[in-house]
């Protein structure tokens, strides 16, 4: 059963800095491409960042320069760093990947910034 799981998320201040992970299990995630993506409140789930199998990355224009994804294969896990945080970066946080034509995501982590 495939699962993934987001950490990292919180309060943090205009111009601060968060890293959220996202631990997935059930399969060799080694071969997928994994992807962050996020829902502001009465707002549609938008892609933020996305990670190839060879690490070739895409981002949002509204986080390019700011976010980081990587990942770590041996581990199974993605990262998503975020830089100069915006109070319009807050929203629930969700890892995604695709295997065999099925979306699977993880429970969401919130993110807000606020002063």
């Known amino acids: 059963q495939v699962q993934l799981e987001e950490s990292g998320g919180g309060l943090v201040q205009p111009g601060g800095s968060l890293r959220l992970s996202c631990a997935a299990s059930?399969?060799?995630?080694?071969?997928?491409?994994m992807g962050w993506y996020r829902q502001a409140p009465g707002k549609e789930r938008d892609l933020v960042a996305v990670?190839?199998?060879?690490?070739?990355?895409t981002y949002a224009a509204s986080v390019k320069g700011r976010f980081t994804i990587s990942r770590d294969k041996a581990e199974n896990t993605v990262y998503l760093q975020m830089d100069s945080l915006k109070p319009e970066d807050t929203a629930v946080y969700y890892c995604?990947?695709?295997?065999?034509?099925?979306?699977?995501w993880g429970q969401g982590t919130q993110v807000t910034v606020s002063s």
């Open positions: 059930g399969s060799s995630f080694r071969t997928y491409v």
């Open positions: 990670i190839s199998t060879g690490g070739r990355t």
């Open positions: 995604k990947t695709v295997i065999g034509g099925t979306n699977y």
